[in-house]
Structures are given as C-alpha cells and as structure tokens.
C-alpha cells in the first residue's frame, strides 16, 4: 500500500501564489505516476497534473497550463504542485494520487490506485 498526506492548501487572493505538498510513504518504489487532481462542490474530480516518478515527465490540464507546476523529490518521497496567478475557479479541494499501474491514461481518476485526504484551496476574487 501506499499512504499519501498532502498539505498546503489555504485561503489566497486571486492572482496569489500557494504550494501544496504530498508525502508519500509506504511501497512508494512500486509508483509508475503520481497526479494531483481537484474537486469543486458540485463538480466531478477533474486531473490537474501528473508525473512520473522514475523519468519525471509532466503533463497538465489546459486549464493550468503556464500556471502550475508539477515536481517530485524523490528521495523524500515528496510530490509538490506549485500554483501561480490563481483564478476563483481554481478553488477546489485537491488530490494527490499514486498509480502502480503504468497507465496511460494518466488524466483519468480510475488510472490512480491510491489517494490522499484531499487540501482545501480557496481563491478570494
């Protein structure tokens, strides 16, 4: 198993900057990806950004795209995603997520095998 904790998330104003943090422990050398995803009340759990732990290669929601930035330390075993220029509708609790699989379809929330408990990020306007 794998155990994932993110912290970070808080009250910002728009165009603010915020660094969320994932720990992850537990069979963390069994990781092929790890993604943060986030959900806004009423809305369904969307992919924000995701990595692969080994070779590190990111991919991102357009919607993030030139704003956020996806990193992992390694020996740490730390996931990092830092937010820039952030807008009220990046106001969402967000996820990090593991995935043991080595799918390809890393934008999907099924792909993921574990989860944390999710941080809460608002966005003043």
């Known amino acids: 198993q794998v155990q994932l904790v993110e912290s970070g998330g808080g009250l910002v104003q728009a165009g603010d900057s915020l660094r969320l943090s994932c720990a992850a422990s537990?069979?963390?050398?069994?990781?092929?990806?790890m993604g943060w995803f986030r959900q806004a009340p009423g809305k369904e759990r969307e992919f924000v950004a995701a990595i692969t732990w080994s070779g590190g290669s990111t991919s991102y929601a357009d919607s993030v795209k030139g704003r956020f930035t996806i990193s992992r330390d390694k020996p740490s075993n730390m996931l990092y995603l830092q937010m820039s220029s952030l807008k009220a509708e990046d106001t969402a609790v967000y996820y990090c997520?593991?995935?043991?699989?080595?799918?390809?379809?890393?934008?999907?929330?099924?792909?993921?095998?574990?989860w944390g408990q999710g941080t809460q990020v608002t966005v003043s306007s």
């Open positions: 997520a593991a995935d043991l699989g080595y799918s390809a379809r890393y934008y999907s929330s099924q792909t993921y095998d574990y």
């Open positions: 537990g069979r963390t050398v069994s990781v092929y990806r």
